[in-house]
């Protein structure tokens, strides 16, 4: 299987804890853009640079994204 795709869903930047970013768990980046884009693209901390999409993102796509966010506060916490 080739390289995974990203959709642009926005999930990981919901997703995880960015210390850098002063970001918790579960919680919107301030930068994300509502097209799911990076809003401080050229700025983005190393952690955002590195972060592929991976077979977390084919599960998640085929959810609501009520149900993609509750699932990632169950995963990651508030
Ligand atoms: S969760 Fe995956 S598909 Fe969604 S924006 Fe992040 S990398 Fe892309
Ligand atoms: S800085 Fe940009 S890429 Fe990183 S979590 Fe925020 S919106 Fe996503």
């Given at each position: 299987?080739?390289?995974?795709?990203?959709?642009?869903c926005g999930v990981c930047c919901i997703?995880?804890?960015?210390?850098?970013?002063?970001?918790?768990?579960?919680?919107?980046?301030?930068?994300?853009?509502?097209?799911?884009?990076?809003?401080?693209?050229?700025?983005?901390?190393?952690?955002?640079?590195?972060?592929?999409?991976?077979?977390?993102?084919?599960?998640?796509?085929?959810?609501?994204?009520?149900?993609?966010?509750?699932?990632?506060?169950?995963?990651?916490?508030?």
């Amino acid at each position: 299987m080739g390289k995974i795709e990203c959709d642009m869903c926005g999930v990981c930047c919901i997703a995880y804890s960015i210390s850098s970013l002063n970001k918790k768990a579960g919680v919107t980046c301030k930068n994300l853009l509502p097209n799911g884009k990076c809003g401080d693209y050229e700025n983005r901390p190393q952690v955002c640079r590195d972060f592929q999409a991976d077979y977390f993102c084919y599960f998640l796509s085929s959810l609501p994204k009520d149900e993609q966010i509750s699932i990632i506060k169950e995963i990651y916490g508030e």
